[in-house]
Nanobody, 123 residues
Framework: QVRLVESGGKMVQAGESLRLSCAGTGRTLSWDVMGWFRQAPGKDREFVAGIDGSGGTTKYAASVEGRFSVSRESAWNRVYLQMNQLEPEDTAVYYC????????????????WGQGTQVIVSS
């Protein structure tokens, strides 16, 4: 069974950068579209960024476009989220996902979720 584990979340100051990692086990995920969702207190879970199997195509939510960058190392079932110019509004639990469908603007998640990693951005 596929398992995803996120790491890297912590408290940072506004304007700083942070890199999140997601490691997958269970089977190869090289053909899966993978990415990140987040959920802030009192809000619904929302799409943040996605990357296709080859790593050549990415998709971002408008709120993070130009600040966040998603990448992957498919041979090791690993995906990353580089977050720059962090804002207090980025505070959320960030979840890794595997199997994102290329529809609904890439925002439809797949079946596999990590447990999440907390990011807190203070002003």
């Amino acid at each position: 069974q596929v398992r995803l584990v996120e790491s890297g979340g912590k408290m940072v100051q506004a304007g700083e950068s942070l890199r999140l990692s997601c490691a997958g086990t269970g089977r190869t995920l090289s053909w899966d579209v993978m990415g990140w969702f987040r959920q802030a207190p009192g809000k619904d879970r929302e799409f943040v960024a996605g990357i296709d199997g080859s790593g050549g195509t990415t998709k971002y939510a408008a709120s993070v476009e130009g600040r966040f960058s998603v990448s992957r190392e498919s041979a090791w079932n690993r995906v990353y989220l580089q977050m720059n110019q962090l804002e207090p509004e980025d505070t959320a639990v960030y979840y890794c996902n595997a199997g994102i469908t290329l529809g609904a603007g890439w925002t439809r998640p797949g079946d596999y979720w990590g447990q999440g990693t907390q990011v807190i951005v203070s002003s």
